[in-house]
């Protein structure tokens, strides 16, 4: 169990999913034959560390990852369709494909089928990451076979420093908005201009002016964090933009 499988391919399963209501069965050849895929397996959906940093951090790193090399960001659970599909629409991880494992055939195909009734989970799949190029496994990153759920080294970033060690993550980018605010729809399209892929922090849905008060001691929007810097409303987002 959790051996290490580089070199060879992967198993061969079809996948029931549900897409625009209707079932569509995906099959292992449509997900990696003639593609380079980084995937990530983790153990269930909404679960605490995957839904915290495992499937955000590679949704960040989408682009950065596919610049370098990677077609396509996949990432398996041995959950049905249903949750897997909630799951990827709570999370507005619109740069990862979630496949539902739910038979757990694929996790047994990869000898990564783990116990976790102690948990009430029943069977599910061990946590780690492969790089896959058409079809074989080029490289995996498997985590440590010790108790509980480690997450060392199955991490977006890991996986971005093995296709390209040079290849720099770019900085996290936050934006204080609220709605109907000119100023802010401004700054928005001028990031996006840019290529800056930003958090939205709307006022009224995810924070109030006590949070926005709090973090840069201003009352209007928007504001700009970069990299843990802030710097700044709409004049100080188009001087940064001009750098």
């Not at 153990?43 to 989408?62: D, K």
């Not at 892929?197 to 928007?222: H, M, N, Q």
Request: aromatic residues 8%; proline residues 6%.
């Amino acid at each position: 169990m959790l051996n290490n499988i580089e070199g060879q391919n992967v198993p061969t399963v079809t996948f029931p999913t549900r897409q625009n209501d209707q079932w569509v069965n995906v099959t292992t050849d449509e997900l990696f034959k003639g593609k380079t895929v980084a995937v990530f397996a983790l153990p269930g959906a909404f679960t605490p560390t995957c839904s915290s940093t495992h499937l955000p951090r590679y949704n960040e790193l989408a682009d950065v990852l596919k610049e370098n090399g990677v077609d396509e960001i996949v990432c398996i659970s041995v959950n049905d369709t249903f949750v897997m599909n909630a799951w990827l629409a709570d999370q507005e991880a619109e740069n990862i494909t979630v496949i539902p494992d739910g038979n757990g055939e694929f996790a047994e195909g990869m000898g990564m089928l783990v116990d976790k009734a102690d948990l009430g989970f029943g069977k599910r799949t061990w946590r780690y990451s492969m790089l896959v190029k058409d079809g074989v496994i080029d490289k995996m990153f498997i985590e440590p076979n010790q108790p509980g759920d480690p997450f060392e080294v199955s991490d977006a970033d890991t996986m971005l420093n093995y296709v390209n060690p040079n290849a720099k993550a770019p900085e996290a980018v936050s934006l204080f908005t609220k709605p109907g605010c000119p100023f802010c729809a401004k700054a928005k399209e001028a990031l996006k201009e840019h290529k800056i892929r930003f958090e939205e922090i709307v006022l009224g849905t995810d924070a109030t002016t006590v949070s926005l008060r709090a973090i840069t001691g201003k009352t209007t929007v928007p504001q700009l964090f970069v990299g843990g810097e802030y710097i700044g409303d709409s004049e100080a987002v188009t001087a940064y933009l001009a750098k």
